[in-house]
């Protein structure tokens, strides 16, 4: 840690400024063309295609989307739509836990929604 008359890196008004920013950046939902749903490391098709059939469905604004087979993937509709990158997450983690087919197609598996996360991209770029 650098110091230099009282000020400590991490207080300098300039560097507290940027932290603002980095973490509303961090907290503001962004739009994008495609998600996928994961169960710790891995993806899970079968929470996506129900999250994708749900999101769009729950009519959010730019919401219309669906799921892409050959691509494994939650797609926007049109140009015009797009997924919200934390409402697509909770969706995906409500799945988990109310349940979806199991691999089997027998009976319903359930997630722990601690453990499912929502992965997003736009434009060549994970987030």
């Not at 840690?1 to 503001?28: C, E, N, Q, Y």
Request: with cysteine; net charge positive; charged share 15%.
């Amino acid at each position: 840690m650098i110091r230099k008359k009282g000020w400590t890196r991490f207080s300098h008004p300039r560097t507290l400024f940027l932290a603002f920013l980095a973490v509303v950046s961090i907290v503001t939902s962004k739009k994008h063309p495609t998600c996928t749903c994961h169960n710790g490391d891995s993806y899970n098709w079968r929470i996506t295609v129900v999250a994708c059939s749900n999101y769009s469905a729950s009519g959010h604004q730019g919401g219309q989307v669906q799921y892409n087979q050959q691509f494994g993937r939650c797609v926007q509709s049109t140009s015009n739509d797009f997924l919200d990158g934390h409402l697509w997450e909770s969706t995906c983690k409500e799945i988990a836990e109310s349940g979806y087919g199991c691999p089997n197609n027998v009976g319903t598996c359930f997630a722990l929604g601690t453990a499912v996360t929502g992965s997003c991209w736009s434009f060549g770029s994970e987030s």
